[in-house]
């Protein structure tokens, strides 16, 4: 596989407060060194936990301060939040495709090349998104069917959920039924690990930095969606998601709303539907209905 920019691929990591998973993370990559040219950029959103001077130490500079890695370091006097610690990165990035990885993933064997190449197979993609995998090797839910609606949010973080039209909602939304050996197009993939063109970034713009954390990556699919682009999950290539999911809720919606991670999607969500309000996902439910007509 032969690309003709310099920067093949720009990996952009943003952390906050994960020095362990990060370190494993970019140990990683560099373990299963690409054969291409990239770069690491990692966006540090003001952890004040040493995770910048492991950065530098370990990784960026040699015991003579002699730069040794084409790892790049953007360090934020606060707390950014997730998009624009994204678009960060993005500025700063050369590759063609951009891979947005949080720090709890660790990659495997050759999965960057054949991502790349698949998308260089497939130039109506956007957004390539793997199968991600528990550490004990189970399937996690990193592809969904629908865009984010108020009755998908009352599901899944009050005890609604648990009810039978709950998990019903839920398990369509999830695609839990769903074959998960088989690629398909979907509304979006999480943005803890997705691959993107670089030229449909062009066109559809930065992460949309009015969102602190969540739903910046079901609204960034969806304007890939829109722009004429494809959003795919692509189950050939697995990846270890080291994920714990801050804000779930195991009570009602009050015992969910004290919690400030689910206080924080709720205000993402909030504002995804008030962004939406009013239109229909035309490009997104064409393409599917097409797709499930042939199926």
Same mark, same amino acid.
């Given at each position: 596989m032969k690309l003709n920019k310099t920067i093949?691929?720009?990996?952009?990591?943003?952390?906050?407060?994960?020095?362990?998973?990060?370190r494993q993370c970019i140990k990683s990559i560099q373990k299963h060194k690409p054969r291409l040219n990239y770069e690491i950029i990692v966006v540090d959103n003001n952890s004040q936990d040493g995770t910048t001077e492991m950065i530098e130490d370990d990784f960026i500079f040699? /015991?003579?301060?002699?730069?040794?890695s084409n790892i790049?370091?953007?360090?934020?006097?606060?707390?950014?939040?997730?998009?624009?610690?994204?678009?960060?990165?993005?500025?700063?990035?050369?590759?063609?495709y951009i891979l947005l990885l949080n720090p709890d993933i660790t990659i495997l064997e050759?999965?960057? !090349?054949?991502?790349?190449?698949?998308? !260089?197979?497939?130039?109506?993609?956007?957004?390539l998104g793997p199968k991600l995998i528990n550490p004990n090797g189970s399937i996690q839910n990193s592809c969904f069917s629908q865009f984010t609606s108020p009755q998908i949010v009352l599901y899944r973080r009050t005890l609604f959920g648990?009810? !039978? &039209?709950?998990? &019903?909602?839920?398990?369509?939304?999830?695609?839990?039924?769903? #074959?998960?050996?088989?690629?398909?197009?979907?509304?979006?993939?999480?943005?803890?690990c997705m691959l993107i063109r670089k030229e449909a970034i062009e066109k559809v713009g930065?992460? #949309?930095?009015?969102?602190?954390? /969540?739903?910046? #990556?079901?609204?960034?699919?969806?304007?890939?969606?829109?722009?004429? /682009?494809?959003v795919r999950y692509y189950p050939k290539i697995k990846m270890v998601h080291y994920y714990a999911r801050a804000s779930s809720s195991e009570g009602g919606l009050i015992q969910a709303l004290l919690k400030k991670q689910t206080r924080v999607h709720i205000t993402s969500a909030l504002k995804f539907f008030i962004k939406y309000f009013g239109q229909k996902d035309e490009q997104y439910s064409k393409t599917n209905t097409i797709i499930a007509t042939k199926n």
């Open positions: 093949d691929l720009s990996v952009i990591i943003v952390n906050y407060k994960t020095p362990t998973h990060l040699n /015991y003579k301060n002699q730069k040794i790049k370091l953007i360090a934020n006097k606060h707390n950014l939040g997730f998009p624009k610690a994204v678009n960060q990165g993005l500025e700063q990035s050369k590759g063609k050759s999965s960057l !090349e054949e991502m790349i190449d698949y998308l !260089e197979k497939n130039k109506d993609i956007a957004v648990k009810m !039978e &039209r709950g998990k &019903r909602v839920v398990g369509d939304f999830t695609m839990k039924s769903w #074959d998960h050996s088989k690629e398909k197009d979907v509304a979006w993939v999480l943005g803890s930065l992460m #949309d930095k009015r969102f602190f954390m /969540y739903m910046e #990556d079901v609204d960034w699919c969806r304007r890939f969606w829109k722009s004429g /682009y494809k």
